[in-house]
Nanobody, 129 residues
Framework: QVQLMESGGGAVPAGGSLRLSCAASGDTPSIRYLAWFRQRPGEEREGVAVIYTIGDRTYYADSVKGRFTISQDNTKNLLLLQMNGLKPEDTAMYYC??????????????????????WGQGTQVTVSS
């Protein structure tokens, strides 16, 4: 079992920055992929960024490339998402997710979200224009 808890959301003006954190606990050595997803009201969940925990390979949605950076702090079992140059369209609930079962995924699979078996409760990000 893995538990995930997000923090760091908030309200910022366009162009601002936020850093989201996701604290992982439980059977953390079993985690293969860690990811951030987001969901706007009335829309489907969208993959934002993924990190492969063995080797630090990363994948990003086109909409956030060059603005967001995903990283992991293994000593603290933390997943981080540094968000710079925020836009109003980044407003959403952001969720942390972990996959402990899938050995290898393509970028599309990793950002697709269908294989993740653990999810956090989410943290709200609001960007005003």
């Amino acid at each position: 079992q893995v538990q995930l808890m997000e923090s760091g959301g908030g309200a910022v003006p366009a162009g601002g920055s936020l850093r989201l954190s996701c604290a992982a606990s439980g059977d953390t050595p079993s985690i293969r992929y860690l990811a951030w997803f987001r969901q706007r009201p009335g829309e489907e969940r969208e993959g934002v960024a993924v990190i492969y925990t063995i080797g630090d390979r990363t994948y990003y949605a086109d909409s956030v490339k060059g603005r967001f950076t995903i990283s992991q702090d293994n000593t603290k079992n933390l997943l981080l998402l540094q968000m710079n140059g925020l836009k109003p369209e980044d407003t959403a609930m952001y969720y942390c997710a972990a996959d402990t079962l899938t050995p290898i995924m393509t970028a599309a699979q990793a950002l697709g979200g269908k294989t993740y078996n653990y999810w956090g409760q989410g943290t709200q990000v609001t960007v005003s224009s």
